[in-house]
């Protein structure tokens, strides 16, 4: 089969199966199987592509039909222009996130102590790091299993920083300038209305903001004074319809200056304030 079939093909496999993103999907599935880039559609789609890359990209048309997620086949998900590495075991870092990152980036200056509360794949804390100098920074989460990942892509990246198992701020020590978060945050009840790819792949853990959806948002502020220093900043990415609920959690846990910023779209994405 010549490798412009293929991703006809693929196209018509995954819009059949209702995958709202079926050329970029089946194309991105291309390129990893065959070890292309995008414009290897345009200037080679006339080459043929082996029996095996067509059988492995089947395989993975299979799988993506079945609601896999991309990131799950591929194992990889860009974010801040980084490569990391995802599993079933992360949340698959979100663009909405990268809005929490450049914020934060305001802030950042040479040589601070950043902690990221819920770190995840690590995606927060290894941006922060890379796009600073000096920073020291401390990615906490309560799954050993998302901290492997976190490791990974610290030493894929080449990125020095510190992962700590703690059900919150259980085993966290010391005071930090910046305090940096993407908690869990969708209501339970809400949860079994999110796409599959989420609902069936992310980690529950990952979303289950409680019944309220802030759950996380009242526990981490209600403990971050104890650990942020004089000034310190404290980020949270929210769900769009969360940020006068999370601005009043901050508010009346002491925080001042306490801002809600939109993304690009322009939701109500980001929350944060400093403490004094
Ligand atoms: N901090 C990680 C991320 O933003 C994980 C967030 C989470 O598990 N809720 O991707």
């Known amino acids: 089969m010549k490798y412009k079939e293929a991703y006809e093909l693929g196209c018509l496999r995954l819009k059949a199966a209702d995958i709202s993103d079926y050329k970029t999907d089946a194309r991105l599935l291309l390129e990893y199987v065959c070890g292309t880039t995008y414009g290897d ?5 006339e080459s043929e592509v082996s029996a095996e890359c067509e059988e492995r990209f089947n395989d993975l048309l299979v799988k993506r039909s079945n609601h896999i997620p991309l990131q799950h086949l591929t194992g990889r998900q860009e974010f801040m222009g980084l490569e990391f590495l995802v599993n079933e075991n992360v949340l698959v870092p979100r663009a909405d996130t990268e809005t929490l990152v450049e ?8 040589g601070m102590r950043v902690l990221d509360m819920c770190t995840g794949s690590g995606c927060i804390i290894l941006s922060l790091l890379k796009f600073s100098n000096d920073c020291e920074g401390v990615g906490v989460d309560i799954s050993e299993k998302a901290l492997e990942v976190a490791k990974s892509n610290a030493e894929a990246l080449n990125i020095n920083a510190t992962f700590i198992q703690s059900d919150l701020f259980e085993n966290v020590e010391g005071k930090f300038d910046i305090l940096v978060s993407n908690p869990p945050y969708i209501r339970t009840c809400e949860i079994e209305e999110l796409m599959p790819e989420v609902r069936d792949h992310d980690p529950f853990i990952a979303l289950n903001g409680h019944e309220t959806g802030v759950f996380f948002y009242e526990k981490i502020v209600a403990q971050a004074p104890k650990f942020l220093n004089r000034g310190g900043l404290l980020a949270f990415e929210i769900g769009c319809d969360q940020g006068k609920e999370v601005s009043d959690i901050m508010s009346r846990g002491g925080f001042k200056n306490v801002e809600v910023i939109n993304d ?11 403490c004094y």
């Open 41 to 45: 559609l345009f200037t080679k789609g």
């Open 103 to 110: 914020e934060v980036l305001k802030d950042l200056h040479d």
């Open 264 to 274: 690009l779209c322009g939701n109500p994405r980001v929350v944060k304030g400093f």
